[in-house]
Structures are given as C-alpha cells and as structure tokens.
C-alpha cells in the first residue's frame, strides 16, 4: 500500500462495559479512497484472524471512516489450591 492508503492503528483501549466482562477496542482510522469491499475484505480478515468484533464505524464528512473493533478479554481463574509435587 502506498502511505496515502495506509490504515493508522490508535492505541489499544481496554475497559469493562458491565460487571465481569471486560473489552479491548482498537481504533483504526482508513482514509477515503479505500473502496468499500477493501475495507469489508479488511474488516473481515481482522474478525477471523484476531476474533474482533465490529464496535463501531463512523464516515465523517471527509469522507474518512472511523472504526472501533472489540474483543473480549478472557482471564482464567486463579486457582483455589494446588498441588505441590
């Protein structure tokens, strides 16, 4: 991709939308001359690979979309007890 086509990754922003489960998003901003099936084609690759869900998208008036994706964050138990070998 040339850099006028680049996507820009914002930091990622982890936070719990109700009690016990907690999100991480992750911004990313594409310019306006992607094409749409780009973009989905994109979108989708991210869905299937990193197990992202689509949060949000806006198209501002430039013409540039703003994407929010989510996924959640799984934490494993602390055990109880343990065994000592």
Known sequence: MTSAKQRRLDSTVRRALRPGVEYEFDRIT????????FVTRLLVERAEAGG???DRMRIGPDGVRR???RRKIIRQPQPLFWYAS
Request: proline share 7%.
């Open 67 to 69: 994407v929010v994706l």
């Open 30 to 37: 594409l310019p306006r001359d992607l094409s749409k099936s």
């Open 52 to 54: 992202w869900e689509l």
